[in-house]
């Protein structure tokens, strides 16, 4: 590499590693000038739509009488799915997810980000089909499973492909598209659910809401032949030019190509000196020193989502209200949702505003006092205290739509190091499921009238494993908001603690470009990549 090209690589890289300046505030005008990743955002995140879909799926069957009849038992006049089958159909969701977190990181790498989203794609749309055509509870599982293993592998994957492709100034706001779509795909079901209840009274009414799954995967099939590889993947297999080419496919003729590509091999390069010099293999370098502590910060914000109670209001929501004798409980559930939407809108413009951590930390503040409020209220059995338990748990799911809901992806996508990335996303996703798993499994028997029937006091359950989570974000959780991967590489090498993250000034860029600069050619560089 010359001294011109060097000279121009080294200030590419460093002027996107100053200290981030007051006007990275981003605007509606940035949204119009960035529209065209965003389309790409949205494209990528077409497979979370499936894991909002399923997520809320069970709970919105079970409002639907055909799927009792089907799939249920008689208790006391009523048809109601037991404890022990709700836990089967939960642990098809639990598996697949998991499942395939592991094996995302270990394909993506190997692959590539684009070869893996289609053969998510088809298993997604394989089990599907085979959900629809389910006659007995465990081929429904079997349909589950397959179909939950497909979009877990592009939930676990659409993160890391974005955030390799984002422009700094809009990560934020790319990454949390992932929860909307999420939150679409949920709303989509309780919609599929609703409109099918009130047109057919047979196994059309459940069956409908199982195959309308298959449009996002659809989508993402047919957007396949013009999706680009991810940049990040390009450049650690030592394909810089067809990085380029991908970053400018993302972000258009005015990104600053050179400037991300230089950015993103100095940290490469930056990180692989590091990893020989450890002597570390890539899997268990994730728990290691500063890739250790990136996998703790990205795995405890998911878990928090967990604890809070998110699989309650959003998976169990409407099964609450039939249970609890609400008035339409299906056509509350589409009210419930559509503001969990907006609160998810009103994310946009604040998580590159405020910060994750503002976000984060004090969204976990306010709904951890909320189930203590809703809780308390439950005790109370009136139709007053009903229609305020109602009232407090959709304003709850919009303030966690507006906050934890949206960041968290944020944060998922921004804080691994670009080597370790899928890796310890797929890690982040695992340990994630895995408490999922636990509380999905205990539900039913919670909220269940043939079992504990706790209804809305279930929230003093989530109450004190809340309290632990706001101790550990508020110390631990760094603020992230405009750093560059070399900017964040450096932090987290030199142990800056989270409170000092914001206004930390960092001075490797220079250190960083060296690594680059002492690559002499395409052939010398490769190596040092490999």
Known sequence: MGDIETKAVRQDVEASSAPPPEDTKISWRDFWENKRVLGWCLLIFMLPVNFGYEASTVGNLLAVDSFLRRFGEEVGGIFVVSAKSQQILNAATTVGIFVSAWVTGLLSDMF?????????????VAGILTQYWSATLMQLFGGKLLSCFGFGLGHSLGPVYV???????????????????IVIGQWMSSLAVYGSSLSYSDDFQWRIPVITQLIPPAILLVGLFILPESPSWLIIHNKREQAAKAFRTFNGPNFDVDGAVAVMTAAVLKEKELEASNKSTSWISCFKGPNGRRTLIICMVYIAQQFIGVNFIAGYLTYYFKLAGVDNPLGIGQAAYAIQFFGNICSWPLIDRLGRRPMIVGGMFVMTAALLLIGGISTINSPASLKATVSFMTIWGFLYQATLGAVAYAVGGETPSPSHRQKTYSINIMAATAVSCAVLQIMPYLINTDQANLGGKICFVFFAPSLFMCAYLYYCLPEMKGRNYAELEEMFQNKVSARQFKGYVCHGAHELTEA??????GEVETREIA
């Not at 422009?167 to 992932?178: E, Q, S, Y």
């Not at 680059?516 to 050619?521: L, T």
């Open 163 to 181: 955030a390799e492709l984002a422009p700094v100034k809009l990560r934020g706001v790319c990454l949390a598209l992932v929860n909307t779509m």
């Open 112 to 124: 590539g980000r684009r070869a893996v989203i289609g053969i998510a794609c088809l298993l997604c």
């Open 516 to 521: 680059v600069a002492e690559s002499k050619g």
